[in-house]
């Protein structure tokens, strides 16, 4: 009944917004500081897509830092999603409504329910995720609308990726005016946020209410720009979903440098000139053969140091953090491969991955059956590849930040896909499958046969995010009480699911022995 009533609700409240929207007057024409845009009305909500927060990065821009756009004269039309960044199809749940595929990809996108420019409503830029290496701001995952009509001016940003954002070369550093090469993407969206700061106040937007979020390579993103002070001190709150760039040791400029140097001899150009002159497309291609690294690197300008030393020394940016991770971020094969998931196969996974240091991991990874192997490997996976990251960001802000802490823990599992409703699941929530639930966007996937309990999963994940984005605190009418994380006691955890419940953090070892690991 109580989920009943909560559906009810959730209608009536849309019901009143979309009333209220078509009511008031929609003005598509905005002038910003480089021209006038003219944008497109979607039930009472004015939409600005493919809009140009630096100039292309093509030809002798390719690998530098984000020049400022040109301004243009007349009103230019903003109808459409820009270009995608340069990225080969690596994941086949990104559906993109973009302008196709081009190294000029330097767009973002403003959905906007102002009626004013006075209205000084909360911002939120997302970031896409796709591991540094795929993604757009034209996702369907990603759509603004449902945020919109909660009161929330939404931007969606585009960002260089693979190759193209992450590439270091000693010639690269000797031309840079700030002696650094290698983080063009982050580099971008800090340009993206300069921008918001200085031109969303055209939308109604508040420039001084700014909350950055983004899943996974969107969340490392987040951690990112926490950091560095190119960005810091724009951001009034930061929310993550599943990573954070303090889950590993970060490579130095020089070392990247060399890996550059690399890929830059594998293309057979001797010098810098000519590797700009390369098609994109072919330099795209080189990457199949020899992948660069993980993408961010210490390069002394965007990260003057560590990003952890950062954090330990109490720059980053001084904010609210809303964080989490969720229940199946990888599987039980990412441990045990194709192997049999037996208890004696599992020890001797662990013992090949950890070494000398694999006793201490199995004391607290500890499968007492067989049965119980598939769901400890699990466990284990996913906090190698998400879990250990996000908590420990989570961990060291509450220790070191000025802002509070939320920190949440994702367990809804995806239900059956239209197509084969029979088909199993899987048992818990897989990376990213709280996206569409988070931005309010169930309705844009029609791969999974969404039920009630979804939608109301959605509702409460999604206010939240819009308690978080207004006011710094998750907390709201209707929700149950979320308490900030307090340093030097056992964390609360607010567990996400049809039974949403507020839980004292149970794996906290767990994790301090994966911070003694990634500390050496």
Same mark, same amino acid.
């Given at each position: 009944?109580?989920?009943?009533?909560?559906?009810?609700?959730?209608?009536?409240?849309?019901?009143?917004?979309?009333?209220?929207?078509?009511?008031?007057?929609?003005?598509?024409?905005?002038?910003?500081?480089?021209?006038?845009?003219?944008?497109?009305?979607?039930?009472?909500?004015?939409?600005?897509?493919?809009?140009?927060?630096?100039?292309?990065?093509?030809?002798?821009?390719?690998?530098?830092?984000?020049?400022?756009?040109?301004?243009?004269?007349?009103?230019?039309?903003?109808?459409?999603?820009?270009?995608?960044?340069?990225?080969?199809?690596?994941?086949?749940?990104?559906?993109?409504?973009?302008?196709?595929?081009?190294?000029?990809?330097?767009?973002?996108?403003?959905?906007?329910?102002?009626?004013?420019?006075?209205?000084?409503?909360?911002?939120?830029?997302?970031?896409?995720?796709?591991?540094?290496?795929?993604?757009?701001?034209?996702?369907?995952?990603?759509?603004?609308?449902?945020?919109?009509?909660?009161?929330?001016?939404?931007?969606?940003?585009?960002?260089?990726?693979?190759?193209?954002?992450?590439?270091?070369?000693?010639?690269?550093?000797?031309?840079?005016?700030?002696?650094?090469? #290698?983080? $063009?993407?982050?580099?971008? &969206?800090? /340009?993206?946020?300069?921008?918001?700061?200085?031109?969303? %106040? @055209?939308? =109604?937007?508040?420039?001084?209410?700014?909350?950055?979020?983004?899943?996974?390579? #969107?969340? $490392?993103?987040?951690?990112? &720009?926490? /950091?560095?002070?190119?960005?810091?001190?724009?951001?009034? %709150? @930061?929310? =993550?979903?599943?990573?954070?760039?303090?889950?590993?040791?970060?490579?130095?400029?020089?070392?990247?440098?060399?890996?550059?140097?690399?890929?830059?001899?594998?293309?057979?150009?001797?010098?810098?000139?000519?590797?700009?002159?390369?098609?994109?497309?072919?330099?795209?291609?080189?990457?199949?053969?020899?992948?660069?690294?993980?993408?961010?690197?210490?390069?002394?300008?965007?990260?003057?140091?560590?990003?952890?030393?950062?954090?330990?020394?109490?720059?980053?940016?001084?904010?609210?953090?809303?964080?989490?991770?969720?229940?199946?971020?990888?599987?039980?094969?990412?441990?045990?491969?194709?192997?049999?998931?037996?208890?004696?196969?599992?020890?001797?996974?662990?013992?090949?991955?950890?070494?000398?240091?694999?006793?201490?991991?199995?004391?607290?990874?500890?499968?007492?059956?067989?049965?119980?192997?598939?769901?400890?490997?699990?466990?284990?996976?996913?906090?190698?590849?998400?879990?250990?990251?996000?908590?420990?960001?989570?961990?060291?802000?509450?220790?070191?930040?000025?802002?509070?802490?939320?920190?949440?823990?994702?367990?809804?599992?995806?239900?059956?896909?239209?197509?084969?409703?029979?088909?199993?699941?899987?048992?818990?929530?897989?990376?990213?499958?709280?996206?569409?639930?988070?931005?309010?966007?169930?309705?844009?996937?029609?791969?999974?046969?969404?039920?009630?309990?979804?939608?109301?999963?959605?509702?409460?994940?999604?206010?939240?995010?819009?308690?978080?984005?207004?006011?710094?605190?998750?907390?709201?009418?209707?929700?149950?009480?979320?308490?900030?994380?307090?340093?030097?006691?056992?964390?609360?955890?607010?567990?996400?699911?049809?039974?949403?419940?507020?839980?004292?953090?149970?794996?906290?070892?767990?994790?301090?022995?994966?911070?003694?690991?990634?500390?050496?």
């Amino acid at each position: 009944m109580k989920r009943i009533i909560a559906l009810l609700s959730f209608t009536a409240y849309i019901s009143v917004l979309m009333a209220q929207t078509k009511s008031s007057s929609i003005a598509l024409q905005v002038k910003i500081n480089d021209g006038i845009l003219e944008g497109v009305n979607s039930s009472g909500i004015k939409i600005f897509k493919g809009i140009p927060f630096a100039q292309s990065p093509v030809g002798d821009l390719r690998w530098r830092e984000p020049q400022p756009v040109k301004p243009w004269s007349g009103i230019r039309k903003a109808d459409h999603f820009g270009p995608r960044p340069m990225q080969l199809p690596l994941f086949s749940d990104m559906k993109f409504r973009s302008d196709g595929v081009s190294e000029d990809c330097l767009y973002l996108n403003v959905w906007t329910p102002a009626k004013t420019t006075e209205d000084k409503l909360p911002v939120l830029v997302y970031f896409y995720g796709g591991g540094l290496m795929a993604g757009d701001a034209s996702e369907y995952r990603y759509d603004g609308e449902s945020m919109v009509r909660r009161g929330i001016v939404t931007v969606t940003v585009n960002y260089r990726l693979s190759v193209f954002g992450f590439f270091s070369h000693p010639e690269l550093t000797r031309e840079s005016p700030h002696k650094a090469s #290698g983080n $063009y993407g982050f580099l971008d &969206q800090a /340009a993206a946020l300069k921008w918001v700061q200085q031109n969303i %106040g @055209a939308f =109604g937007g508040d420039p001084k209410k700014i909350t950055i979020a983004g899943e996974s390579a #969107g969340s $490392y993103s987040v951690s990112a &720009q926490m /950091a560095s002070p190119l960005s810091r001190d724009i951001i009034a %709150g @930061a929310i =993550g979903e599943s990573g954070s760039l303090l889950g590993r040791p970060m490579p130095a400029l020089a070392e990247a440098e060399q890996q550059g140097k690399r890929f830059a001899d594998s293309l057979a150009v001797k010098t810098l000139a000519e590797l700009r002159k390369l098609p994109a497309a072919k330099v795209l291609e080189a990457t199949k053969k020899l992948r660069l690294g993980s993408g961010a690197i210490i390069d002394g300008y965007f990260f003057p140091k560590s990003p952890v030393d950062i954090y330990l020394s109490k720059q980053q940016s001084k904010v609210p953090l809303l964080v989490g991770w969720n229940s199946e971020e990888s599987n039980w094969t990412g441990i045990l491969g194709k192997e049999e998931p037996t208890k004696i196969n599992f020890t001797k996974a662990v013992q090949q991955i950890y070494g000398a240091k694999a006793g201490e991991v199995l004391k607290l990874y500890n499968p007492a059956t067989d049965e119980e192997v598939k769901a400890v490997a699990t466990y284990l996976a996913s906090d190698r590849f998400m879990g250990f990251g996000t908590w420990r960001w989570s961990d060291m802000h509450a220790r070191t930040g000025a802002g509070k802490v939320y920190r949440y823990y994702y367990e809804r599992p995806r239900p059956a896909t239209r197509e084969n409703p029979d088909a199993p699941v899987a048992a818990g929530a897989v990376h990213s499958a709280e996206i569409e639930y988070a931005l309010g966007n169930l309705g844009t996937n029609r791969v999974f046969d969404w039920q009630p309990e979804d939608f109301l999963v959605s509702e409460i994940l999604q206010s939240y995010f819009e308690h978080f984005i207004k006011t710094g605190n998750p907390n709201g009418f209707g929700l149950p009480e979320w308490n900030a994380v307090v340093p030097g006691k056992p964390a609360e955890v607010m567990h996400i699911d049809t039974d949403t419940r507020l839980q004292t953090e149970k794996y906290r070892e767990r994790y301090l022995v994966m911070e003694r690991e990634s500390s050496k």
